[in-house]
Protein backbone atom coordinates (compact mmCIF):
# COMPACT_ATOMS: atom_id res chain seq x y z
CA UNK A 1 0.00 0.00 0.00
CA UNK A 2 0.99 3.45 0.12
CA UNK A 3 2.52 6.10 2.65
CA UNK A 4 0.46 9.21 2.27
CA UNK A 5 0.52 12.78 3.62
CA UNK A 6 -2.72 14.35 3.97
CA UNK A 7 -2.49 17.77 3.98
CA UNK A 8 -5.52 20.55 5.71
CA UNK A 9 -5.34 23.67 7.07
CA UNK A 10 -6.78 22.16 10.32
CA UNK A 11 -6.99 19.19 11.94
CA UNK A 12 -8.53 16.69 9.73
CA UNK A 13 -8.55 14.44 12.93
CA UNK A 14 -11.50 15.98 14.41
CA UNK A 15 -14.79 15.13 13.21
CA UNK A 16 -15.91 18.45 13.86
CA UNK A 17 -14.12 20.26 11.00
CA UNK A 18 -15.51 20.80 7.19
CA UNK A 19 -18.59 18.49 7.83
CA UNK A 20 -16.27 15.68 9.36
CA UNK A 21 -15.35 15.11 5.44
CA UNK A 22 -11.71 14.90 5.95
CA UNK A 23 -11.97 12.59 8.70
CA UNK A 24 -13.88 9.89 7.11
CA UNK A 25 -11.59 10.68 3.83
CA UNK A 26 -8.60 10.04 5.68
CA UNK A 27 -9.62 7.22 8.04
CA UNK A 28 -10.84 5.53 4.93
CA UNK A 29 -7.65 5.60 3.18
CA UNK A 30 -6.17 4.23 6.45
CA UNK A 31 -8.21 1.54 6.95
CA UNK A 32 -7.74 0.06 3.20
CA UNK A 33 -4.41 -0.04 4.59
CA UNK A 34 -2.03 3.29 3.70
CA UNK A 35 -0.11 4.44 5.78
CA UNK A 36 -0.88 8.30 7.16
CA UNK A 37 0.91 11.00 8.10
CA UNK A 38 -1.45 14.22 8.94
CA UNK A 39 -0.03 17.64 8.59
CA UNK A 40 -2.54 20.33 9.67
CA UNK A 41 -3.27 23.29 12.43
CA UNK A 42 -1.50 25.80 10.07
CA UNK A 43 -1.24 28.98 11.11
CA UNK A 44 -2.72 31.69 8.86
CA UNK A 45 -0.26 33.93 7.87
CA UNK A 46 -1.41 36.58 5.99
CA UNK A 47 0.13 39.80 4.67
CA UNK A 48 1.05 43.21 6.03
CA UNK A 49 -2.13 45.77 6.28
CA UNK A 50 -4.56 43.02 5.57
CA UNK A 51 -6.97 44.02 8.30
CA UNK A 52 -6.88 47.91 7.33
CA UNK A 53 -7.77 46.53 3.81
CA UNK A 54 -10.23 44.38 5.24
CA UNK A 55 -12.08 47.37 6.86
CA UNK A 56 -12.19 49.89 4.07
CA UNK A 57 -13.61 46.87 1.73
CA UNK A 58 -16.07 46.58 4.30
CA UNK A 59 -17.42 50.15 4.43
CA UNK A 60 -17.96 49.62 0.50
CA UNK A 61 -20.39 46.32 1.41
CA UNK A 62 -17.07 44.58 -0.04
CA UNK A 63 -15.31 41.24 2.00
CA UNK A 64 -12.11 41.27 1.36
CA UNK A 65 -11.46 37.10 1.99
CA UNK A 66 -8.70 35.81 4.51
CA UNK A 67 -9.03 32.49 3.27
CA UNK A 68 -8.45 33.83 -1.02
CA UNK A 69 -5.30 35.33 -0.03
CA UNK A 70 -2.15 34.38 -2.43
CA UNK A 71 0.16 35.50 0.32
CA UNK A 72 -1.61 32.96 2.83
CA UNK A 73 -1.82 30.10 0.63
CA UNK A 74 1.78 30.66 0.21
CA UNK A 75 2.31 30.12 3.95
CA UNK A 76 -0.05 27.04 4.11
CA UNK A 77 2.37 25.51 1.29
CA UNK A 78 5.75 26.24 2.87
CA UNK A 79 4.70 25.19 5.85
CA UNK A 80 3.19 21.86 4.85
CA UNK A 81 6.49 21.82 2.87
CA UNK A 82 8.56 22.46 6.14
CA UNK A 83 6.50 19.56 7.60
CA UNK A 84 7.65 17.10 4.58
CA UNK A 85 10.99 17.66 5.35
CA UNK A 86 13.31 13.71 5.76
CA UNK A 87 9.46 12.22 5.83
CA UNK A 88 9.34 8.95 3.56
CA UNK A 89 5.95 9.09 1.84
CA UNK A 90 4.60 8.49 -1.75
CA UNK A 91 2.20 10.81 -2.32
CA UNK A 92 0.40 14.11 -1.00
CA UNK A 93 -2.91 14.07 -0.72
CA UNK A 94 -5.47 17.02 0.09
CA UNK A 95 -9.19 17.91 0.17
CA UNK A 96 -8.03 21.90 0.32
CA UNK A 97 -6.26 24.00 -2.08
CA UNK A 98 -4.51 26.14 0.03
CA UNK A 99 -2.03 23.75 1.48
CA UNK A 100 -0.94 22.26 -1.57
CA UNK A 101 -1.18 25.56 -4.53
CA UNK A 102 1.93 26.38 -4.10
CA UNK A 103 3.89 23.53 -2.60
CA UNK A 104 7.01 22.11 -4.47
CA UNK A 105 7.64 18.69 -3.71
CA UNK A 106 8.97 15.99 -5.86
CA UNK A 107 6.54 13.74 -4.77
CA UNK A 108 2.99 13.48 -6.25
CA UNK A 109 0.43 16.49 -5.25
CA UNK A 110 -3.05 15.09 -5.35
CA UNK A 111 -6.41 17.16 -4.87
CA UNK A 112 -9.85 15.89 -3.84
CA UNK A 113 -12.08 18.53 -3.03
CA UNK A 114 -15.79 19.45 -4.45
CA UNK A 115 -15.60 22.57 -5.65
CA UNK A 116 -13.01 25.20 -7.38
CA UNK A 117 -13.57 29.22 -6.85
CA UNK A 118 -15.11 30.46 -9.99
CA UNK A 119 -17.77 27.69 -9.61
CA UNK A 120 -18.40 29.26 -6.05
CA UNK A 121 -18.52 32.69 -7.09
CA UNK A 122 -22.09 34.16 -7.92
CA UNK A 123 -23.60 30.64 -7.07
CA UNK A 124 -22.96 30.48 -3.11
CA UNK A 125 -24.28 33.01 -1.12
CA UNK A 126 -21.02 33.73 1.19
CA UNK A 127 -19.38 34.28 -2.02
CA UNK A 128 -21.25 37.27 -3.21
CA UNK A 129 -19.53 39.95 -1.64
CA UNK A 130 -16.30 39.17 -2.58
CA UNK A 131 -14.13 42.05 -3.32
CA UNK A 132 -12.24 42.21 -6.75
CA UNK A 133 -8.99 41.28 -4.99
CA UNK A 134 -10.21 38.08 -3.52
CA UNK A 135 -11.84 37.14 -6.43
CA UNK A 136 -8.44 37.75 -8.62
CA UNK A 137 -6.87 35.64 -6.05
CA UNK A 138 -9.13 32.91 -5.71
CA UNK A 139 -9.13 32.22 -8.94
CA UNK A 140 -4.75 32.64 -9.22
CA UNK A 141 -4.48 30.36 -6.20
CA UNK A 142 -6.91 27.82 -8.09
CA UNK A 143 -5.15 27.92 -11.26
CA UNK A 144 -1.91 27.47 -9.52
CA UNK A 145 -3.18 24.39 -7.94
CA UNK A 146 -4.31 22.66 -10.80
CA UNK A 147 -0.92 23.45 -12.40
CA UNK A 148 0.84 22.13 -9.63
CA UNK A 149 -1.51 19.06 -8.76
CA UNK A 150 -0.33 15.51 -10.39
CA UNK A 151 -4.29 14.72 -10.06
CA UNK A 152 -7.34 17.08 -10.15
CA UNK A 153 -9.90 14.57 -8.58
CA UNK A 154 -13.58 15.99 -7.77
CA UNK A 155 -16.67 14.85 -6.02
CA UNK A 156 -18.59 15.57 -9.14
CA UNK A 157 -19.31 16.22 -13.15
CA UNK A 158 -20.13 19.69 -12.35
CA UNK A 159 -16.44 20.83 -10.26
CA UNK A 160 -14.50 19.17 -12.78
CA UNK A 161 -16.04 20.91 -15.63
CA UNK A 162 -15.03 24.07 -13.69
CA UNK A 163 -11.44 23.40 -13.76
CA UNK A 164 -11.43 22.13 -17.51
CA UNK A 165 -13.45 25.29 -18.61
CA UNK A 166 -12.71 28.24 -16.39
CA UNK A 167 -9.27 27.63 -15.90
CA UNK A 168 -8.14 25.00 -18.63
CA UNK A 169 -6.71 21.79 -16.68
CA UNK A 170 -5.05 19.58 -18.10
CA UNK A 171 -7.93 16.94 -19.37
CA UNK A 172 -5.48 13.71 -18.24
CA UNK A 173 -5.10 14.96 -14.62
CA UNK A 174 -9.11 15.79 -14.12
CA UNK A 175 -11.09 12.72 -12.45
CA UNK A 176 -14.32 13.03 -10.91
CA UNK A 177 -14.99 10.35 -7.59
CA UNK A 178 -17.90 11.20 -5.37
CA UNK A 179 -17.27 11.38 -1.73
CA UNK A 180 -18.56 9.28 0.65
CA UNK A 181 -21.57 9.14 3.06
CA UNK A 182 -19.89 10.60 6.43
CA UNK A 183 -22.10 8.26 9.05
CA UNK A 184 -21.04 4.60 10.57
CA UNK A 185 -23.26 2.60 8.50
CA UNK A 186 -22.76 -1.47 7.96
CA UNK A 187 -26.72 -2.41 6.83
CA UNK A 188 -27.80 -4.89 4.70
CA UNK A 189 -29.61 -5.47 2.40
CA UNK A 190 -32.16 -7.36 4.50
CA UNK A 191 -31.65 -4.45 7.17
CA UNK A 192 -32.96 -1.81 3.90
CA UNK A 193 -36.01 -4.25 3.75
CA UNK A 194 -36.78 -4.18 7.43
CA UNK A 195 -37.31 -0.46 7.31
CA UNK A 196 -38.88 -0.19 4.42
CA UNK A 197 -41.42 -2.85 6.35
CA UNK A 198 -41.74 -0.56 9.32
CA UNK A 199 -42.55 2.54 7.34
CA UNK A 200 -45.80 4.31 7.42
CA UNK A 201 -48.09 3.56 4.49
CA UNK A 202 -50.87 5.87 5.98
CA UNK A 203 -48.51 9.29 5.37
CA UNK A 204 -46.04 10.62 3.71
CA UNK A 205 -42.66 11.30 5.69
CA UNK A 206 -40.32 14.08 4.47
CA UNK A 207 -37.26 14.53 6.09
CA UNK A 208 -34.68 18.06 5.71
CA UNK A 209 -31.48 17.75 6.96
CA UNK A 210 -29.48 21.04 6.00
CA UNK A 211 -28.41 24.03 8.22
CA UNK A 212 -28.91 26.97 5.34
CA UNK A 213 -32.50 27.10 5.16
CA UNK A 214 -33.07 29.58 2.53
CA UNK A 215 -29.88 27.79 0.30
CA UNK A 216 -31.22 24.43 1.23
CA UNK A 217 -34.53 25.10 -0.13
CA UNK A 218 -36.59 24.63 3.04
CA UNK A 219 -39.16 27.17 1.91
CA UNK A 220 -39.84 24.70 -1.05
CA UNK A 221 -40.25 21.70 0.97
CA UNK A 222 -42.44 24.18 3.06
CA UNK A 223 -44.49 24.46 0.12
CA UNK A 224 -44.42 20.93 -1.15
CA UNK A 225 -45.95 19.70 1.87
CA UNK A 226 -48.93 22.47 2.15
CA UNK A 227 -49.67 21.35 -1.85
CA UNK A 228 -50.00 17.62 -0.58
CA UNK A 229 -51.67 18.28 2.28
CA UNK A 230 -54.35 20.43 0.24
CA UNK A 231 -54.45 17.41 -2.02
CA UNK A 232 -55.71 15.46 0.38
CA UNK A 233 -52.26 13.43 0.98
CA UNK A 234 -51.78 12.72 4.81
CA UNK A 235 -47.99 14.14 4.88
CA UNK A 236 -44.97 14.72 7.85
CA UNK A 237 -42.25 17.17 7.80
CA UNK A 238 -39.19 16.82 9.78
CA UNK A 239 -36.84 19.84 9.91
CA UNK A 240 -33.20 19.30 11.32
CA UNK A 241 -30.74 22.12 10.87
CA UNK A 242 -32.38 25.21 9.50
CA UNK A 243 -35.91 25.98 10.39
CA UNK A 244 -38.76 27.94 9.36
CA UNK A 245 -38.50 31.82 9.57
CA UNK A 246 -39.84 32.96 12.95
CA UNK A 247 -42.67 34.72 11.00
CA UNK A 248 -43.95 32.18 9.08
CA UNK A 249 -46.84 30.02 10.30
CA UNK A 250 -45.95 26.21 10.84
CA UNK A 251 -48.63 23.83 10.28
CA UNK A 252 -49.30 20.78 12.65
CA UNK A 253 -47.73 18.46 9.84
CA UNK A 254 -44.38 20.11 10.09
CA UNK A 255 -41.72 19.19 12.85
CA UNK A 256 -38.72 21.69 13.57
CA UNK A 257 -36.06 20.04 15.66
CA UNK A 258 -33.66 22.93 15.21
CA UNK A 259 -29.86 21.57 15.19
CA UNK A 260 -28.85 18.18 16.31
CA UNK A 261 -25.42 17.12 16.43
CA UNK A 262 -24.52 13.80 15.49
CA UNK A 263 -21.31 14.00 17.49
CA UNK A 264 -23.58 13.01 20.40
CA UNK A 265 -25.58 9.31 20.95
CA UNK A 266 -28.30 11.09 21.62
CA UNK A 267 -28.41 13.06 18.66
CA UNK A 268 -27.50 9.89 16.46
CA UNK A 269 -29.96 7.81 17.03
CA UNK A 270 -31.87 10.72 17.06
CA UNK A 271 -31.11 11.42 13.51
CA UNK A 272 -30.78 7.73 11.76
CA UNK A 273 -34.46 6.90 13.85
CA UNK A 274 -35.70 9.85 11.36
CA UNK A 275 -33.74 8.54 8.29
CA UNK A 276 -34.81 4.74 9.12
CA UNK A 277 -38.40 6.14 9.21
CA UNK A 278 -39.07 8.83 6.34
CA UNK A 279 -39.68 7.96 2.98
CA UNK A 280 -38.07 10.84 1.56
CA UNK A 281 -34.95 12.89 1.78
CA UNK A 282 -36.13 16.07 0.45
CA UNK A 283 -33.06 18.96 0.08
CA UNK A 284 -33.67 20.86 -3.18
CA UNK A 285 -30.95 22.91 -2.86
CA UNK A 286 -30.75 26.35 -4.95
CA UNK A 287 -26.39 25.93 -4.86
CA UNK A 288 -24.85 22.81 -3.62
CA UNK A 289 -21.49 21.42 -4.59
CA UNK A 290 -21.56 18.36 -2.93
CA UNK A 291 -24.30 17.24 -0.13
CA UNK A 292 -23.02 14.68 1.80
CA UNK A 293 -26.55 13.83 3.31
CA UNK A 294 -27.73 12.68 0.21
CA UNK A 295 -25.65 9.75 -0.02
CA UNK A 296 -26.21 8.98 3.89
CA UNK A 297 -30.01 9.14 2.91
CA UNK A 298 -29.30 6.46 0.37
CA UNK A 299 -27.58 4.05 3.16
CA UNK A 300 -30.50 4.00 4.60
CA UNK A 301 -32.39 3.18 1.81
CA UNK A 302 -34.02 6.86 1.66
CA UNK A 303 -34.16 8.06 -2.01
CA UNK A 304 -33.52 11.90 -2.46
CA UNK A 305 -35.63 14.52 -4.05
CA UNK A 306 -33.49 17.40 -5.09
CA UNK A 307 -32.92 20.16 -7.81
CA UNK A 308 -31.06 20.11 -10.71
CA UNK A 309 -27.78 22.27 -9.36
CA UNK A 310 -24.32 22.17 -8.82
CA UNK A 311 -22.70 18.91 -8.46
CA UNK A 312 -25.83 17.09 -7.13
CA UNK A 313 -26.60 14.97 -10.33
CA UNK A 314 -23.35 13.35 -10.47
CA UNK A 315 -24.45 11.92 -6.73
CA UNK A 316 -28.37 11.83 -7.39
CA UNK A 317 -29.55 9.64 -10.45
CA UNK A 318 -32.95 10.31 -11.69
CA UNK A 319 -34.89 6.85 -10.52
CA UNK A 320 -32.18 5.26 -9.64
CA UNK A 321 -31.67 7.17 -6.09
CA UNK A 322 -33.94 9.76 -6.31
CA UNK A 323 -35.26 12.37 -8.45
CA UNK A 324 -34.10 15.32 -9.11
CA UNK A 325 -36.21 18.80 -10.07
CA UNK A 326 -35.78 22.00 -12.04
CA UNK A 327 -35.24 24.94 -9.65
CA UNK A 328 -38.02 26.65 -10.50
CA UNK A 329 -40.30 23.73 -10.84
CA UNK A 330 -43.88 24.20 -9.34
CA UNK A 331 -44.78 22.06 -5.90
CA UNK A 332 -47.57 20.16 -7.52
CA UNK A 333 -44.34 18.87 -10.38
CA UNK A 334 -43.03 17.44 -6.56
CA UNK A 335 -46.39 16.20 -5.51
CA UNK A 336 -47.16 14.49 -8.54
CA UNK A 337 -44.09 12.43 -8.47
CA UNK A 338 -44.35 11.60 -4.58
CA UNK A 339 -48.06 10.46 -5.25
CA UNK A 340 -47.47 8.24 -7.77
CA UNK A 341 -45.01 6.59 -6.44
CA UNK A 342 -46.84 6.21 -3.05
CA UNK A 343 -49.57 4.56 -4.61
CA UNK A 344 -47.31 2.32 -6.64
CA UNK A 345 -45.39 0.98 -2.75
CA UNK A 346 -43.63 -1.35 -5.03
CA UNK A 347 -42.19 0.62 -7.12
CA UNK A 348 -41.17 3.32 -3.55
CA UNK A 349 -39.69 0.02 -2.52
CA UNK A 350 -37.69 -1.00 -5.61
CA UNK A 351 -36.31 2.66 -5.81
CA UNK A 352 -35.40 2.80 -1.67
CA UNK A 353 -33.29 -0.51 -2.54
CA UNK A 354 -31.38 0.46 -5.76
CA UNK A 355 -31.04 3.84 -3.43
CA UNK A 356 -28.99 1.89 -0.82
CA UNK A 357 -27.03 0.27 -3.64
CA UNK A 358 -25.93 2.99 -5.31
CA UNK A 359 -24.64 3.77 -1.68
CA UNK A 360 -22.99 0.56 -1.40
CA UNK A 361 -21.30 0.53 -5.37
CA UNK A 362 -20.94 4.11 -5.18
CA UNK A 363 -21.13 6.40 -2.62
CA UNK A 364 -19.23 4.95 0.01
CA UNK A 365 -15.41 6.01 1.45
CA UNK A 366 -14.06 2.68 1.16
CA UNK A 367 -15.62 2.24 -2.62
CA UNK A 368 -14.16 5.93 -3.50
CA UNK A 369 -10.63 5.76 -1.72
CA UNK A 370 -10.31 2.55 -3.50
CA UNK A 371 -10.80 4.28 -6.67
CA UNK A 372 -8.28 7.61 -5.62
CA UNK A 373 -5.88 4.84 -4.88
CA UNK A 374 -5.73 3.06 -8.16
CA UNK A 375 -5.54 7.00 -9.82
CA UNK A 376 -2.71 7.87 -7.83
CA UNK A 377 -0.96 4.01 -8.52
CA UNK A 378 -1.34 5.20 -12.09
CA UNK A 379 0.30 8.80 -11.93
CA UNK A 380 2.92 8.81 -14.66
CA UNK A 381 6.37 9.32 -13.06
CA UNK A 382 8.87 12.35 -15.24
CA UNK A 383 9.97 9.38 -16.81
CA UNK A 384 7.44 8.86 -18.35
CA UNK A 385 7.04 5.35 -16.45
CA UNK A 386 3.95 4.65 -13.95
CA UNK A 387 4.58 4.84 -10.12
CA UNK A 388 5.10 1.59 -8.09
CA UNK A 389 3.71 0.80 -4.97
CA UNK A 390 3.84 -2.46 -2.65
Not at 95 to 119: C, F, H, M, Q
Not at 257 to 267: A, D, F, L, Q, V
Request: charged share 20%; proline share 5%.
Amino acid sequence: MMNLCFATTFDARDISNWSGTPYHMSRAFAEGGDSLHYIGNLKRQLPFGFRLKKFYKKLSAQRESPTFNEYAAKQYSAQVAQQLKNKNIDAIISPLINPIAYLKSNKPIVLWTDALYAGLVGFYPAFARHSASSVRQGNQISKACLENCSLAIFSSDWAARTALEMYGADERKVKVVPYGANMECHHTTQDIRNMLATRPRDRVKLLFLGKDWHRKGGDIVVRVAKALHTFGVPVEVNFVGGSPPQQMEVPSYIHCHGYISKRTPEGLEKITRLLRESHFLFVPSRAEACAMVFAEANAFGLPVLTSYVGGITTVVKNHINGMTFPLLAHENIYCEYICQLMQNYDEYERLALSSFDQYQTRLNWRVATEKVRELIKEIPCLNGSVLKYS
